[in-house]
């Protein structure tokens, strides 16, 4: 495997029970990372512009992808993280994950933050561009859709703040 290419037993195409077409075949996982200012207080967080090629290309997400058969959802988000931002997995701290379950098919968000002064990068084909966005910016980027509908949920998470949505049903995310 050359190191702009990462290929796995979980990449492919499935269904999930409500009908949508998911990449990951044993579903998928990424990573938000979070940075905090001086005073304690999250500033920004590591995005990945997706390349063009690739599915809903162009927009902004956070570093992610297919589980590999059996992997755990915190390990496949650091993996990627890894794969396609040059983030180190020694120099965060995992905080929590948010779910969102479609039947058949789940993607984990495992929120984490910054141990080191880190600089992510682009390191793969997958991405055009890696970079700390300020949390006030990201509603700016031209955003992946299922990640610009999550972010204020994920948000509220980072910032440690109540979420209203979670009393919504069961089609709010939860946090493990």
């Known amino acids: 495997m050359d190191r702009l ?3 796995h037993a979980g990449d492919g195409w499935v269904e999930c029970a409500q009908g949508h077409r998911h990449w990951g075949r044993f579903g998928a ?5 979070a940075r905090r200012d001086g005073s304690g207080d999250v500033d920004a967080v590591v995005l990945q512009h997706r390349a063009l090629w690739s599915d809903q290309g162009g927009t902004w997400a ?6 590999s058969p059996g992997e755990p959802a915190e390990q ?11 983030v180190p997995p020694g120099a965060v701290r995992v905080l929590g994950a948010s779910v969102v379950d479609h039947g058949g098919w789940t993607y984990t968000t495992v929120l984490a933050e910054a141990l080191t002064d880190l600089e992510p990068a682009a390191t793969d ?3 055009v561009e890696v970079a700390w966005v300020d949390l006030d910016d990201v509603e700016r980027r031209s955003l992946l859709p ?6 204020p949920h994920l948000r ?12 919504s049903g069961p089609a ?3 946090v493990t």
Do not use: M, N
Request: glycine fraction near 14%.
């Open 29 to 33: 996982a990424g990573l938000l990372l």
């Open 146 to 151: 299922a990640f610009g509908e999550a972010w």
């Open 62 to 67: 956070f570093p992610g992808g297919a589980l």
């Open 156 to 167: 509220r998470l980072l910032e440690g703040r109540p979420d209203p949505s979670d009393a």
């Open 5 to 7: 290419h990462h290929r």
């Open 76 to 86: 496949g988000a650091l993996r990627e993280a890894a794969e396609e931002a040059g």
């Open 172 to 174: 709010a995310p939860t």
């Open 125 to 127: 084909a997958e991405s």
